[in-house]
């Protein structure tokens, strides 16, 4: 069992609006899951967002919030919403209209990973689910809320930065249908999740540090975006999505030759963003 739902890093001096986040990047796999799953140790790693947390944590040296999941997106996702309950998974759950992502089996309490691998024989009892939410889904999610509070009330806006990774072959589908390859996805929810502004402003960054930006194609955000992003009352939610093969081996799960270049890079990218809200309020003309 694990001992805790997250682990914060907050800065020496609270200078930034913005909250950087990691939900899939936990890769602490419980014991009692380790017992039921018919995958191996590499396997059910494999919708991991492995080492996104090690790219991303430089935050806090800029002035800004930083959060990272403990819990592995196989065992709970915190980017899908507590009712997102599968019934081909989890004993006595209703079927309830059509939810594509718990159909494929991707809801809260995953069925499979990466590639449809079934990550259990059978089914698992309600009551594990519950705890999983109860012991986990709950707490990050009270705490995010309670970072991005603490960031609009000493700043007067909230910017959540939620970070994740892609496989390649997610972006590779974008290049096959006549588009450029984005080494970055944002996803904004099509202006719904964050102002025009900050989206410019976070593309803006990536961007100035050579990689290829794209927007809400192939992924325009999922429920922590959707959750979170209410630009009309300050408080801003952009996904941002990398690219897997920049920085790391994908069938063997480990940092390739170029991780500490990118994270040079998205270091001088997060530098950026958490200047976001800093600049003063023009004074109003006489």
């Keep these: 069992m694990l001992h805790t739902a997250y682990h914060i890093c907050l800065p020496a001096r609270d200078t930034s609006c913005v909250v950087f986040a990691s939900p899939h990047s936990g890769s602490a796999y419980p014991k009692d899951m380790m017992r039921k799953t018919v995958l191996n140790d590499q396997l059910i790693r494999s919708s991991e967002d492995a080492f996104v947390d090690r790219l991303f944590d430089c935050a806090p040296a800029f002035g800004a919030r ?13 980017n899908r919403s507590p009712d997102e309950l599968d019934p081909a998974l989890i004993e006595g759950v209703r079927r309830q209209g059509h939810n594509p992502r718990v159909a494929s089996g ?30 986990y889904w709950h707490p990050y999610h009270q705490k995010l809320q309670v970072l991005l509070d603490d960031a609009h009330r000493f700043h ?26 984005p080494d970055i996805v944002l996803g904004d929810r099509f202006g719904a999740a964050a102002a025009g502004s900050v989206v410019e402003r976070v593309e803006a960054a990536f961007v100035a540090q050579g990689f290829r930006v794209a927007r809400n194609a192939p992924f325009a955000g ?5 959750a979170y992003g209410r630009p009309q009352r300050g408080q801003h939610a952009v996904q941002v999505e990398l690219d897997r093969a920049l920085y790391m081996d994908e069938k063997r799960i480990r940092p390739n030759s170029n991780f500490e270049a990118v994270r040079a890079a998205l270091r001088a990218a997060v530098s ?3 200047q976001i809200g800093r600049e003063p309020v023009p004074l109003a003309a006489e």
């Design 222 to 226: 999922a429920y922590i975006a959707q």
């Design 66 to 78: 930083f959060i990272k999941a403990a819990a592995p997106r196989a065992y709970v996702d915190l």
């Design 156 to 181: 007067g806006q909230a910017v959540l930065i939620d970070c994740h990774s892609m496989p390649h072959e997610a972006v590779e589908s974008v290049a096959r249908s006549g588009g450029t390859r």
């Design 106 to 135: 991707l809801g809260v309490i995953p069925r499979v990973v990466a590639n449809g691998r079934a990550i259990y024989r059978g089914k698992i009892a309600m009551v594990d689910a519950q705890e999983r939410l109860d012991r």
């Design 272 to 274: 950026e963003i958490a």
